[in-house]
Nanobody, 122 residues
Framework: VQLVESGGGLVQPGGSLRLSCAASGFTFSSYYMSWVRQAPGKGLEWVSSILSDGSNTYYADSVKGRFTISRDNAKNTVYLQMNSLKSEDTALYYC????????????????WGQGTLVTVSS
C-alpha cells in the first residue's frame, strides 16, 4: 500500500486549498478512504471519510460545511477540498485507509501516507 499526499501549502485565513492523495498497491475502488490531521503539538484528529463507491461521506464537526471529501476511482485518487480555512486548520494532513469495511476514527486506519502540511496564516 502506498499513499502519497500533495497540495498542501501556505494560505491566508478564508482561503481554499485542495489536497490530493494518490493511492497504489491495493484495490482502491474497494477501500474506504480518510483524511486525518495533526496540528503542531497536538494529537491526531480524524477529519473526514468516504466509502469505497463514494456513496457516503463523513465529517468531523470542526470541518463540516467547509471541507468536502471526494474520490475518483478511475484515477485511484482521493481529494479534500478545504474552503473558509481558519488558523486552527493548520496541521499536517494525512491520507489513510482502514480497508474495505468502514471503521470510525483514526484508530481504525492501518495504512497512512507521509502527510502534507497546511499552514493557514496571514
Amino acid at each position: 500500500v502506498q499513499l502519497v499526499e500533495s497540495g498542501g501549502g501556505l494560505v491566508q485565513p478564508g482561503g481554499s486549498l485542495r489536497l490530493s492523495c494518490a493511492a497504489s498497491g491495493f484495490t482502491f475502488s474497494s477501500y474506504y478512504m480518510s483524511w486525518v490531521r495533526q496540528a503542531p503539538g497536538k494529537g491526531l484528529e480524524w477529519v473526514s471519510s468516504i466509502l469505497s463507491d463514494g456513496s457516503n461521506t463523513y465529517y468531523a464537526d470542526s470541518v463540516k460545511g467547509r471541507f468536502t471529501i471526494s474520490r475518483d476511482n478511475a484515477k485511484n485518487t482521493v481529494y479534500l477540498q478545504m474552503n473558509s480555512l481558519k488558523s486552527e486548520d493548520t496541521a499536517l494532513y494525512y491520507c489513510a485507509t482502514g480497508g474495505p469495511y468502514y471503521g470510525v476514527g483514526a484508530n481504525a486506519l492501518d495504512a497512512w501516507g507521509q502527510g502534507t502540511l497546511v499552514t493557514v496564516s496571514s
